[in-house]
Structure formats: C-alpha cells, structure tokens
C-alpha cells in the first residue's frame, strides 16, 4: 500500500488546513490509519488515530478540540481537519496505516507511511 499525503502549507496561528491521504488500494479499508508529526529536533508523535470501522477516534491532548481525524473508505482516503492553530502545531505531518483493528501511538506498529506534507505556522 502506497500513501500520498498532501494539504500541508503555511498558514497564520488560528488558521486552519486539512490534510489528506489518499491510499493506493482499496483494501485500505481493512487498516486503522493515524496522522503522526514530527518537529525539527523532536520525535515523531502520534496526534490522531482512526479504527478501521471509523468508530473510534483518539487525539493527542494537544490537539484535542482542534483536530478531527476522519475517513471515507469509498475514496481510500483519511483527512487531518486542523483548526485554531498554533505555532507549536509546526512539524512534517505523515500519514501511516495498521494492519489492525485497534490504534496504537507507537510509530513502530504502522505498516507504511506517506513522504510528508510540512505544515508551518506563524505566530
């Protein structure tokens, strides 16, 4: 499964961006999907994960209220809904998917991953 993500970009703090991920195989479907990011000089971390179903969706405590994760398998595709941001929400945002049905934070559990959209925020 290839992943393709896209929708990064500059925007003033408050703005808002929505990220998407467009899957190469319908089969996606049958994969939890996760939006990860990673700031210069920080390691990656989770910031929102999807159950295959769609039924279940957990969020970083940063970006809770903010954030909204949501699939449309039909599309092969997830999105990343970013509103109210802040400059700390300023990273490379990736896209990854588990061949599970429960989410998990731990980057290392995802199967494959999308090069990248860099989000920037000013202040």
């Known amino acids: 499964v290839q992943l393709q993500a896209s929708g990064g970009g500059l925007v003033q703090a408050g703005g808002s961006l929505r990220l998407s991920c467009v899957a190469s195989?319908?089969?996606?479907?049958?994969?939890?999907l996760a939006w990860f990011r990673q700031a210069p000089g920080k390691e990656r971390e989770s910031v929102a994960r999807?159950?295959?179903?769609?039924?279940?969706?957990v969020y970083a405590g940063s970006v809770k209220g903010r954030f909204t994760i949501s699939r449309d398998n039909a599309k092969n595709t997830v999105y990343l809904q970013m509103n109210s941001l802040k400059p700390e929400d300023t990273a490379v945002y990736y896209c990854?998917?588990?061949?599970?049905?429960?989410?998990?934070?731990?980057?290392?559990?995802?199967?494959?991953w999308g090069q990248g959209t860099l989000v920037t925020v000013s202040s």
């Open positions: 195989r319908p089969t996606i479907r049958e994969y939890a």
């Open positions: 990854a998917a588990a061949h599970t049905i429960v989410t998990a934070p731990n980057p290392s559990t995802y199967d494959y």
């Open positions: 999807i159950t295959r179903s769609g039924g279940t969706t």
